[in-house]
Nanobody, 126 residues
Framework: QVQLVESGGGLVQAGGSLRLSCTAS????????MGWFRQTPGKEREFVAG????????KYGDSVAGRSTISRDNAESAVYLRIHSLKPEDTAKYYC???????????????????WGQGTQITVSS
């Protein structure tokens, strides 16, 4: 079983940026696609970004495409998400997730992921 711990959330003004971090333990991190999702109360969890196990390929949700960057450091078993030009609608709890299968394709659906962190809150004030 893998353990994921997110950090880096907080309160930020619109237009600002944040860098989220997620550290993993308990699984061969280098073999798995990693992803970030976000959720607000009463809404479905939304795909934000994903990165292949090689780190070469990335994918972004429409809501953050063009103003976010996902990266990973396999030596540190960590994945990062930086979001620029934050908007109030980016306010959500952000979750790190590990895809089920090793060496898999980069999927953006929740069902492809089977381990989740506790989440870190981003609140963007207008």
């Amino acid at each position: 079983q893998v353990q994921l711990v997110e950090s880096g959330g907080g309160l930020v003004q619109a237009g600002g940026s944040l860098r989220l971090s997620c550290t993993a333990s308990g699984r061969a991190f280098t073999s798995y696609v990693m992803g970030w999702f976000r959720q607000t109360p009463g809404k479905e969890r939304e795909f934000v970004a994903g990165i292949s196990w090689t780190g070469i390929s990335t994918k972004y949700g429409d809501s953050v495409a063009g103003r976010s960057t996902i990266s990973r450091d396999n030596a540190e078993s960590a994945v990062y998400l930086r979001i620029h030009s934050l908007k109030p609608e980016d306010t959500a709890k952000y979750y790190c997730a590990v895809q089920k299968r090793p060496f898999g394709d980069l999927w953006s659906t929740q069902s492809a992921f089977d381990s989740w962190g506790q989440g870190t809150q981003i609140t963007v004030s207008s």
